[in-house]
């Protein structure tokens, strides 16, 4: 079992954590940590992949991925935050109206 | 009743996990840094990520300024007009403005350099973007003037230079026949820099308009 099995099996450990946060938690917010927790697990699994060999110079374009995906999460949250703002602005909540029918 | 519910969704996500390390873990990929290796020197940069990010794979960072364009494009829509609303009155302490007027010209040398050293090393457009980006929400919440100067025109030229960039790009190397976003080897390095100038100007403009727009009146 070599390092990049450890770093592998933590960030699918993460995925899943966030994976369960954001299904099962009812407040907007915590949900949209919960999708960057998701999303920063996945680079963790790039950045492991990308050292996996020991080589002189690692892997680039996991790199290059998770550059990348860094900048489509930050887009994303953005979006989701002034979403949420948006909605706390009109009808004064933060969870949205199923779950609310649901809660005990 | 709802601590079964609770165990439910445990088991099902840590079943999810069970599959994913199961059918991951034992994956023996090659990967790509051999090809990079091989064909750094024409790519005009000295460094394997920039040249994956600029040149190898130009497309998809095209895109990506996309989805940065079309996340602002997204908040517009929930505000009345497409101006960058001016920033609501706050008690800024002496110190708080001081520190960040003489801040904010030290970071955007840095994130200049940053853009340059992307060449030969770790750095490049995205990183200067964001040290800029951060740079204009300071200015903002110390009271400066900020990303709320730029109004029509303006603000549309900054917003979509990065995009626009890359399709004039596009446009030429698949017009004189070379195929899409395909650099001619000579001008490779004027190109790559003159792009991630264009890149890291929009994406400033951009992250400090996404901050902007989802400030609360």
């Known amino acids: 079992m070599e390092l990049f099995h450890l770093y592998a099996f933590c960030s699918m450990l993460l995925f899943g954590i966030a994976l369960h946060g954001f299904l099962f938690q009812p407040h907007l917010v915590r949900k949209v940590l919960a999708l960057n927790v998701m999303g920063t697990s996945i680079f963790l699994f790039l950045i492991a992949v990308a050292h996996r060999d020991r080589t002189p110079s690692p892997d680039p374009v996991p790199h290059a991925l998770v550059l990348t995906g860094i900048v489509v999460a930050v887009s994303l949250t953005a979006f989701a935050l002034g979403l949420i703002l948006k909605l706390h602005k009109e009808t004064g909540r933060t969870t949205l109206p199923s779950v609310r029918r649901e809660a005990p | ?217």
């Not at chain 2, 445990?10 to 599959?19: D, E, S, T």
């Not at chain 2, 400066?144 to 990065?162: D, I, K, Q, T």
């Open chain 2, 1 to 217: 009743m709802s601590a079964w519910v609770d165990a439910g969704r445990l088991l099902l996500v840590a079943g999810l996990v069970a599959v994913l390390a199961a059918t991951v873990l034992p994956l023996e990929p090659a990967g790509l840094a051999a090809p990079v290796a091989e064909e750094l020197e024409a790519s005009g940069v000295a460094h394997g990520v920039t040249a994956v990010l600029l040149n190898f794979r130009a497309y998809d960072t095209w895109l990506e300024v996309g989805v940065l364009f079309v996340a602002l494009v997204g908040l517009f829509a929930l505000r009345p007009t497409g101006v960058l609303p001016h920033a609501p009155p706050r008690a800024v302490s002496v110190l708080f403005k001081a520190a960040v007027g003489v801040l904010a010209p030290v970071a955007g040398i840095a994130a200049a350099y940053m853009l340059w050293r992307g060449t030969h090393a770790p750095g490049g457009a995205f990183q200067a973007g964001a040290v800029l980006g951060a740079t204009f929400v300071l200015l903002r919440l110390a009271g400066w003037r900020s990303v709320g100067v730029l109004v029509g025109w303006r603000l549309r030229a900054c917003l979509l230079a990065g995009f626009a960039a890359f399709l004039l790009f596009a446009l030429v190397s698949t017009s004189a026949g070379a195929g899409l976003l395909a650099y001619p080897p000579a001008l490779a390095g004027v190109l790559v820099v003159a792009l991630e100038v264009a890149v890291a100007a929009t994406t400033a403009v951009t992250l400090a308009a996404l901050y902007v727009s989802g400030e609360v009146e």
